[in-house]
């Protein structure tokens, strides 16, 4: 054996060797092993997060228990298997696919609502639209196009040297202004693989806090959760400024113009004038949150080395023009985009699905869209298309269940009757002042929408807020608005929204991330609306 070797390997060893005679222990051999014993079992129980398993069940019987919701059981149980799922979700107590899964079992135990029903909530409209969706994102990162658009945004907004707080404000900037125009939803998928492709030029390692040395290591990894941060919350901001813009304002249109046919209705330059200023405040808000908490006068410095201008127009030259399976890859794309625009317009002029009996959802044409990518041609060898199903493999399922989590769940507070008890729960709001109701309104939409995604959450909500509206005397917009601003303030988990699903897909964020972050956001719609609703609203909507 080499001696070197040899050394080397009884030094490795001698290290967990303690260097001089241990300490004579009076305490008995049998009190010494029960204290082994007790520390290994409790060291196995927080390794095997078995405490963490036994808080979601805990919780819920303590809720069951106690709780006592004015004779309403149904109600009760649904609170505590909401708690339940909740803790697993928090803790990581087990995978988040299998947190997800939970309600399938959960509420047909509980007596919430029956196997077949929660069984529904899995594959709703809107999650057919996000595995849609998730395919035409495979397809661009397959054929390398968020790359080349996240070249051209980089080489435009860096700066040089670089400045991470301009690209920052271009990487939102342009995903607030597409969100005005598409769905929220579309928009952040086209726009996550432009940040992860911008993300890719940085080290990986030190990214998951691996070998990256010094303090570029730890803002590496803050500027990347800034980046995945603001393409998400700048997609849901940008999607209030427009009825195009996101369903829930399409849905606050319709709803206003059902229960309320005689009063003026609500039309896209009216509400653009109201929203429009409020998403800009929004925005702001986020720049500047994103900045504080995620940049420092070092930022620059570590990003410099991997985003060095020169580099990155020279990396776009050598990626050439655009090859045929990169343009048939766009063309449906857009394609599918001109679709999600023009299904449904306005009253006067209904879109496309009027010709098939509105039976034809946003998921509908996604779906539709996606399966072109299994039968256009690729052009590069004879018979490959531009999607095959082993492309499809990094499909992230376990998003798509806790997407089908959130809508059970949005299914569980109509029939168990909790939105009923949370309603009336608003009751004191009578005679209150219009400062007082606009806040709570948008507060009380803004805490069921992180349980379940804005367009359910809008959907429960302003039915119980028109009629509100109609009980204690006050103009019900000064309800319904709050009610469709507060749908869209969700900000803290990613059951509140698709975009908060696919943000949170990429790995880069985590649930705390989103917390912490999205908080000060939360607080500054609320305090934003609480000004404009009362002032701007009034003149736009004709509260007065």
Sequence with gaps: MDPRRAFWESSSEDVTRPLLLPVHDDTPTTTRG????????????????????????????????????????????????????????????????????????????????????????????????????????LAIEHYSIHRRLALNITALFCGDPVKPHLLLLGICGTTMFISMWIHNTPCTVMMMPVATGILQRLPRDELEGGSGSGFAAGEVRRFS???????????????????????????????????????????????MSFGLPMALVLFVALWATLCLMYCSKNTGRALSAYLDRSHLRRELSLLGPMAFAEKMVLAVFGGLIVLWMTRSLTNDIPG???????????????????????????????????????????????????????????????????????????GFLRGAPALAI???????????????????????????????????GVHPLLLMVPGAIGAQLSFLLPTGSPGNVVGFGTGYITIKDMVVTGMPLKIVGIAALTILLPTLGSLVFGMA
Excluded at 231 to 248: E, F, K, P, W
Excluded at 449 to 471: I, M, Q, R, W, Y
Aim: charged residues 15%; proline residues 4%; aromatic residues 10%.
């Design 34 to 137: 029960r204290r082994c014993c007790s520390c290994s079992g409790l060291r196995a129980m927080l390794a095997n997060k078995y405490l963490a398993v036994a808080s979601g069940p805990a919780a819920c019987a303590l809720i069951c228990a106690l709780g006592d919701l004015g004779g309403h059981p149904a109600a009760r149980n649904m609170l505590g298997v909401l708690a339940w799922v909740f803790l697993w979700w928090i803790t990581d107590a087990v995978p988040l696919a299998v947190a997800s899964m939970a309600p399938l079992f959960l509420f047909p135990a509980f007596g919430i609502s029956s196997s077949d029903a929660v069984a529904k909530a899995y594959m709703d409209d809107v999650i057919s639209l996000v595995l849609g969706s998730f395919i035409l994102a």
């Design 225 to 271: 959760k800034a980046v995945v941060l603001g393409v998400v919350y700048a997609s849901a901001i940008g999607g209030m400024a427009t009825l195009t813009g996101t369903g829930v304002n399409i849905i606050l249109v319709g709803m206003w113009s059902t229960y309320f046919p005689e009063q003026p209705p609500i039309t896209f330059s009216s509400w």
């Design 352 to 426: 496309w699905a009027v010709l098939f009996d509105g039976k034809v959802g946003d998921g509908t044409v996604t779906i539709m869209m996606a399966t072109l990518l299994f039968i256009i041609p690729s052009g590069k060898n004879d018979g490959e298309k531009l999607m095959d199903w082993s492309k499809c493999r990094k499909l992230q399922w376990n998003i798509i269940l806790l997407l089908g989590a959130g809508f059970a769940i949005a299914d569980g507070f109509k029939s168990s009757g909790l939105t009923d008890l949370l309603s009336e729960g608003l």
């Design 438 to 472: 606009a806040p709570v309104a948008c507060a009380f939409s803004g805490l069921i929408t992180e349980f379940t995604s804005d367009d359910a959450t809008t959907t429960l909500v302003l039915p119980l807020l028109a009629e509100l509206g109609k009980s204690i």
